[in-house]
């Protein structure tokens, strides 16, 4: 039980939370703004027809938001299980 | 009550249920495509796409019916990961993302690309942020948590009025567009079109509540993707002989540019950044992250979406549920680019630069219905030139079935999809409006002693009358969907977000603080909304009102920071609420007793 959790167990597991929220962060901000920024350059790269800056906006960064959330979900939850504050 | 008995059966049977329903909604296409192959009319193909399909909704709303608090306001908290995935699918996609996503790219390009993007990136914010946290907090709605965490009815009121405005923004909109899809299908006036389409919305969430909605949407979001794929998959197959559109979608844009030399289109379709002279603009370019940042936040802060994951069985489940919503969006979403250039590509091929007495059958179709494409000889050469040819973005993907040289059927399949996900966003948005008023204003500060009858009854009434209000004001078409539905993403952003993340990621956060702060950046937000479009104000740096969020936003952010730091910090239980609202097991500290 969670309620059982010492303060300093407790703080540890908030900065693993918080570490891995700051990582995800990194990468949608990566693939919302980043990535984006150098459309102009990528469209000179062509890939089976798509301008590789519009195949960004138009799937890749998609695809990319799709991973995030499922890596966050199984990430979180490894940490859950490490402090012992999985639900039952 | 009769549904108890058969509860747990449906539930441990959802995947056999719905894999009868997708049979049966596909067998049901093939019998009416048969139907029509032996000269059965259009017409009639329309009405049974749009009726068969209510009446399922209806058919899920009444088995539904509850009479218990907690599945009527968050589903029993007993819904799936993956359905919930599902149902926040349908809730998510309106009638802007399936008839108008597609033809915005087409007319705009590479710009619109900031809608497909800001719509999927805010659930990232949502699985990080927010979801898991209100999942644990484990109240009825988004006010809820707000009247909790800063402790007191002032917050909660604040709440409900940043929800009502976002939310009732968005419900026009999707009124609108079941009104658009009713009348054209079923051939009424547009204003009785809306009121048909109301009943449509009623059945599923009068009775049953959250738990009708969500089951309707599950339901719903099954056919909105089947009739969204079909007739893009076909074109492909057709095209290029594989049916991965947004595979073979690249050679599409090839021809695209190709041809856009040859008919000297100035602002080429996968040109980032540029205006309508085809030049890089600073303009463009802000415009576009400043829609896709209001976007984003938008979602993580809409009561309606955000209420979804209210509805799981755990924390771990709430996680797991932001991927798949993200996975079930994600499979429209991908597709749409695919819609605009194989449309666009029709268009320069076979339309553009030929007589206009002989144009393909559907630019003579759709030319007849009021002013959504028209031709225009301008210098009476009968060849119909690129400037000639005007078509309506919500028209792309409609007309995709003709486009395709498909059987009429696949265009019932169509209204059935559009109707589909306008139905189920305007549900949940309704559902999000009466269980803020009725459980936050009604129960938690009129009468508190109100019984679960009578709760239930103040709100199935509070139901009726925001549909209504609702359908009237889309009677009076205030503006176009697309627009509608961004404002409310920008004041959901700027009056919600703040409050939300700091209440969870920051124990410092005071009741004054959030209280300033959402009002502030609320009322920044829609100043500059009221002024920029009824007052004619100048537009600050340029950037467009669909994204005054980028405004609301940060003001939002520092005066919650500020007027926090100045006030008396929250107390030892506050933090030790806030504490356990972040470990995923455990009891919820004190969320009762506070108040």
């Known amino acids: 039980m969670a309620d059982n959790l010492s303060p300093e167990k407790r703080e540890e597991h908030w900065k693993k939370t918080s570490k891995l929220m700051w990582t995800i962060m990194f990468w949608w901000f990566v693939f919302s703004f980043g990535v984006h920024f150098f459309a102009v350059q990528l469209n000179q790269i062509v890939i089976l027809g798509f301008p590789l800056g519009f195949y960004m906006a138009a799937q890749g960064s998609l695809i990319a938001f799709v991973v995030l959330c499922f890596w966050n979900a199984s990430a979180q939850n490894r940490i859950d299980e490490e402090f012992g504050v999985a639900e039952d | 009550m009769a549904y108890e008995v058969g509860k747990g059966g449906f539930l441990a049977n959802l995947g056999k249920v719905y894999g009868g329903y997708t049979g049966g909604f596909i067998g049901f296409t093939i019998l009416l495509a048969i139907l029509e192959q032996m000269g059965v009319s259009n017409q009639v193909i329309g009405y049974a796409f749009v009726f068969l399909t209510i009446g399922v909704y209806a058919y899920i709303g009444i088995l539904s019916r509850t009479a218990e608090l907690s599945e009527y306001y968050v589903a029993g908290r007993a819904v799936p990961a993956f359905y919930n995935g599902m149902a926040t699918g349908a809730d998510w996609m309106s009638a802007a993302s399936f008839i108008s996503m597609a033809g915005g790219l087409y007319l705009a390009g590479y710009a619109n690309l900031g809608y497909v993007l800001g719509w999927t990136g805010g659930y990232v914010l949502v699985a990080i942020l927010l979801a898991p946290y209100l999942r644990k907090f484990g109240q009825f709605t988004v006010p809820d948590f707000l009247g909790t965490r800063y402790e007191g009815n002032t917050a909660r009121v604040c709440g409900v009025i940043v929800l009502f405005s976002a939310s009732f923004t968005y419900i026009v909109a999707q009124c609108f567009g079941i009104g658009i899809i009713t009348s054209r299908f079923i051939g009424i006036p547009f204003e009785a079109a809306i009121f048909v389409g109301l009943l449509g919305i009623l059945v599923c969430s009068m009775l049953g509540g959250m738990r009708a909605v969500t089951w309707t949407q599950v339901a719903q979001y099954i056919i909105l993707i089947i009739a969204y794929l079909v007739p893009v998959i076909w074109l492909s197959t057709k095209k290029y002989g594989v049916p991965i559109p947004e595979l073979t979608y690249g050679q599409a844009l090839a021809s695209i540019a190709e041809l856009e030399k040859t008919l000297g289109v100035v602002r080429p379709h996968a040109a980032a950044f540029v205006d309508n002279a085809g030049k890089f603009s600073w303009n463009e370019f802000h415009n576009f992250w400043a829609l896709i940042l209001c976007l984003m936040v938008g979602t993580a802060s809409l009561p309606h979406v955000l209420m979804r994951y209210f509805t799981t069985p755990s924390v771990k489940e709430a996680r797991e549920s932001v991927g798949w919503s993200i996975f079930f969006i994600f499979l429209l979403y991908f597709t749409a680019p695919a819609y605009a250039a194989f449309c666009k590509l029709e268009v320069y091929q076979n339309v553009i630069g030929q ?134 993403f920008s004041l959901a952003a700027a009056g919600l977000f703040a409050p939300l993340v700091l209440g969870i990621w920051w124990k410092r956060t005071t009741s004054t603080g959030a209280i300033v702060g959402m009002m502030a950046g609320f009322g920044v937000c829609l100043y500059y909304l009221v002024m920029t479009r009824y007052f004619d104000m100048p537009l600050w740096f340029g950037i467009r009102n669909i994204s005054s969020a980028l405004f609301g936003l940060p003001v939002a952010f520092i005066v919650t920071w500020a007027v926090s730091l100045v006030t008396t910090p929250p107390s030892k239980e506050m933090q030790d609420f806030v504490d356990s609202i972040r470990t995923p097991s455990g009891a919820v500290r004190n969320a009762e007793a506070l108040h």
């Open chain 2, 355 to 488: 007589p206009i007495a002989s144009l393909p059958a559907w630019v003579q179709n759709w030319s007849q219905v009021g002013g959504l494409l028209t031709i225009r000889d301008a210098n009476s050469d009968g060849i119909l030139q690129l400037a000639e040819f005007v078509i309506n973005q919500d028209i792309i993907v409609l007309a995709m079935p003709e486009i395709a040289g498909l059987p009429y059927v696949i265009s019932g399949l169509v209204a059935a999809g559009g109707l589909a996900a306008a139905l189920s966003t305007a549900d949940g948005l309704l559902l999000a409006i009466a269980n803020a008023l009725s459980h936050d204003i009604y129960y938690k500060m009129i009468d508190p002693k109100a019984s679960t009858l009578r709760r239930l009854m103040v709100s199935r009434a509070l139901l009726v009358i925001v549909a209504i209000l609702g359908a009237a004001v889309a009677g009076t078409r205030p503006s176009g969907i697309i627009q509608m539905v961004a404002w409310a």
